[in-house]
Structures are given as structure tokens and as C-alpha cells.
């Protein structure tokens, strides 16, 4: 079977919850086991293609939850929230285990920045700085690995 890949600005939420079963890799928690999930593409300059396990927050409760508690994630996995409308979105890190890199996706799907080795549990509110429809949360220190930067493409099934 082909699984054909959108830019994320195509693939709309409403998609989110139609996603194939299982991904490879560890579960991170029993606390995310009924979220959604699928895989994403992101396509860097190198030119590079990397293929992220997601979990998809797709749900006003999951959104609320993310990555809350998580204790680890793998290399390849991660965490999409998805909104219909774009909108400057605001991010906190509040009862979060782990340091994460936050990708704001703009509507077009291509990353518009990135907040990189955020502090577990802070309250600071790390802001999109400006329009976007989704955000992509990764272990920190992943954007730097494997070159992920503003204008990396954002690929969803």
C-alpha cells in the first residue's frame, strides 16, 4: 500500500484521527497510549527526508496533556498538536519530564521556528512568534542533530 504525504498545511486536522495504527518504537507512557498515531515526514535541506513516529493531539483533553509525565521519548518520535486555524499559538513546559524542541508549522507547512532545549516544567510561556497551524515537539537536541531549521517541510499523511 502507498501512503501518499501532504504538507502539513494540506493534511488538515480533520485527518488526525484516520491515521494507521501503531508506529515502531517504545511507548513512552501508558499515559499517551489511546493518542492517535501515525508517522510525519520532515524533509531538511540537507537534502534529507526523516521519518518521525507521532503521536497526534487531536483532542481539546490530549492538547490539555501532551507530553505531561512522559519520562522518554525515542530518537524518531514525537508529538504533533494540530489546530484547523492559524493563529500565534503559546507553548509551556509545565509537568514536563523531558527538554523538548518545539517545531511552530506555518500554514504552508514548512517550519517557521523553533524553540530549541526547552526547561522541563517551566511555566515560561514559549510563544510561535507568529501564524501557525500546528507544532511538533521532539527530544531536545534533535533539530541540531540531524539539521532541522525554519523552512524545513513539514510532510503529514
Known amino acids: 500500500m502507498r501512503t501518499e504525504l501532504r504538507p502539513a498545511a494540506l493534511a488538515g486536522p480533520i485527518l488526525l484521527g484516520l491515521l494507521a495504527g501503531p508506529a515502531a518504537g517504545l ?44 519520562d522518554a521519548l525515542d530518537e524518531f518520535e514525537g508529538m504533533y498538536f494540530g489546530y484547523r486555524t492559524p493563529s500565534e499559538l503559546v507553548m509551556w513546559m509545565k509537568n514536563t519530564v523531558l527538554s523538548l524542541d518545539m517545531l511552530f508549522i506555518r500554514p504552508d507547512g514548512a517550519v517557521g521556528s523553533i524553540a530549541r532545549n526547552t526547561e522541563p516544567f517551566s511555566t515560561t510561556r514559549i510563544s510561535s512568534g507568529g501564524e501557525v497551524i500546528g507544532v511538533l515537539e521532539l527530544n531536545a537536541g534533535f533539530t541540531r542533530r540531524w539539521r532541522v531549521e525554519p523552512g524545513t517541510r513539514l510532510f503529514l499523511p
Open 27 to 70: 511507548e513512552p507512557a501508558h499515559l499517551v497510549a489511546d493518542f492517535p498515531r501515525g508517522q510525519a515526514v520532515l524533509e531538511t535541506g540537507g537534502p534529507r527526508c526523516l521519518v518521525i513516529d507521532v503521536y497526534f493531539a487531536s483532542t481539546p483533553a490530549q492538547r490539555a496533556q501532551g507530553l505531561m509525565y512522559v
